[in-house]
């Protein structure tokens, strides 16, 4: 047993101390149709699929057609946004055409010269060519720049770069042949540049939200081509798929005939609808996870023979507001086109939060107008009518009470975990599909399994095919199940190597846990004692309720407190000091201690109050300010305090006065490293039950309990494994 995150103790499992889809078409008459009715929209023709191949975004052909645009816009850019093309000369012809009176005009952007001839003039210019001083013909520029691959081009319009040397009055060579002189910045930026750069980003942003804007449109409208307003409910039918029914859930009978008046009513509606009763609009299904509300859910639209659309309350929520309650219309208008059917919402919680007031953020705001909408599908002027909502969630406390009022989820039931039979027979479903040996007993599995749901039985029957499989066994044994039992509760083991030291102080520290198991009267028996490292333990004491718990005495949690500090009280009794060992002990018995002072009103000077706040729904008991005072709180931790020091003083008390039972016992857990409930209390000398009226010492008989503990000294002598 453990204790829960809501502070009860639970059953969940034994308390460890550690240390540490489609029909076919068969030919049949074209008038046959089939009894249930067809999701979606007629079937799209070839000249549908062909549109639509191009027109949605996905389609091959939209992406051939928007690469052909993108082509298109490159070219057309290059031949607007192209500069003009200028004949590039040296700054000596450029000269010889001032001097000659052919420049029209001349643009300076630092020493780039450009300008307009007025006669066009071809460059470089066809001359003949002369002989030089060594008597040899000499090309002229025009040869000289065809030998080189160029040829000479012609044009009014040209470029020169001038000589950051030049100095040779040029300005009044262009004003003496009248030549217009004009001057722009280096930087100069092109007009279209400009408008590029100073309204593109914000034509871009407008572009987005634009876009964004028609996409939340069109998904609200459930037009969008993104089909953001679709549900993405997965739909199950009695025709696609294996069929579900109360055959394959077990353990919950109770829970069973709450849901098959649903069952009885999908089935044969006119009975009821003949005498004015109406179905009940949702069930709302709570528990802890695992317990089977979603198998529970499929179960009843199995046995009912009708659709059964399953979606999870997180895919209503999206990023842009609005999306969500579209999902929910479509999801209840498909549910209404197949009438009757069965709606599964898991994890209500996520959306069906209680509303507050006050100003919220986006996403805030999603989630209440997808609440807002399942409010008004469930009971609206138009009523989903044959259509049946069930939901899951494990912290009902927390939903909306709009959800649970008569109308809507007016039909609660409780999941709880199985008992003993109930775990037999969901062990008995789960190991229909594995052979298993004759010596497997499911009533002792189940026996030794209190608190596991059917999740954790299901992955027990796994673990355990597993084993068998790398142990080559042909069926499943019961020593695969109670190793494979031992892993999931305990851990897996560790192969790590401990000095002897570190092994025999871990085997007085089990021993402490194990033997203080043994003589608290009523305490859950002790199963096994390991010593070999599991998961983050180096040792592991199990204990578990012969039957299942459902409420527990101050008795018992002031033993079970005693058992998890009977570690570090056998560590100090034997060695004088203590260790870090003992950390998980501490928690877990703090833990107890805090619950029965500050919910459970089992302190006296506390009294019937319950001043801590409850876990379950993560606030405070109250948010007004009368909360509990900080005298209360204070009051609170000193009498946590006080029950574990009296309960650490019994503890070492017992532990001293069967001191020779320790020795034995760690002695013989030292030699085979692990003791079965049987070898622990032989060991121990102790008979299989503790005896009633074996009684512990309270701590008002031993005020000074290091008075009565035997001194610090060296462990037993202990022999060879």
Known sequence: MTVREDGALTDWGPAVNRRDGTRQDNGASPRWRPPWRVEGERPDTESDRWTASWRRPGGSRFWLVLAGLLVLNWVVSGLLLAPPQRLEVPYTFFREQVEAGNVAEVTTIGDTIEGRFEEAVTFPPEEQGSQGGDGREQQSPAELSRALGGQPQSGTLFSTQRPSFADDGLMDLLLSEDVTVNAEPPDRVPVWQQFLFGFGPTILLVALLVWLARRSAGAAGLGGGLGLGRSKARRYSPETGPRTTFDDVAGIDDVEEEVKEIVDFLRNPDRYRRLGATVPRGVLLTGPPGTGKTLLARAVAGEAGVPFFSVSAAEFIEMIVGVGASRVRDLFEQAKKEAPAIIFIDELDAIGRARGGGVSLSGHDEREQTLNQILTEMDGFDGSEGVVVMAATNRPEILDPALLRAGRFDRRVAVNPPDTTGRQQILAVHTRGVPIADDVDLAVLASATPGMVGADLRNLVNEAA????????DRVQMADLTDALEKIVLGAERKILLTPEERERTAYHESGHALLGMLTPGADPVRK????????ALGVTLQSPETDRYGYSRRYLRGRIVGALGGRAAEELIYGDITTGAENDLEQATKIARQMVGRWGMSEAVGPVSVLPDPRTEQPLALDGSGPAPATRELVDA???????????????????????????????????????????????????????????????????????????????????
Do not use: F, K, W
Request: with cysteine.
């Open 529 to 536: 004692i390991s010593i070999i490292p599991r998961g983050m």
């Open 639 to 721: 009498e946590v305090r006080r029950i574990l020091d009296e309960c650490y003083a019994q503890a070492r008390v017992t532990l001293t006065e069967h001191r020779e039972r320790l020795d034995r016992l760690a002695r013989a857990l030292l030699a085979a490293e692990t003791l079965d409930a049987e070898q622990a209390y032989e060991a121990a000398g102790l008979p299989r039950r503790a005896l009633e009226d074996t009684m512990l010492p309270s701590a008002a008989e031993h005020p000074n309990p290091a008075a009565h503990a035997s001194r610090p000294g060296e462990p037993v002598p202990i022999g060879e494994r």
């Open 466 to 473: 597993l084993l068998a499989a790398r142990r080559n066994h």
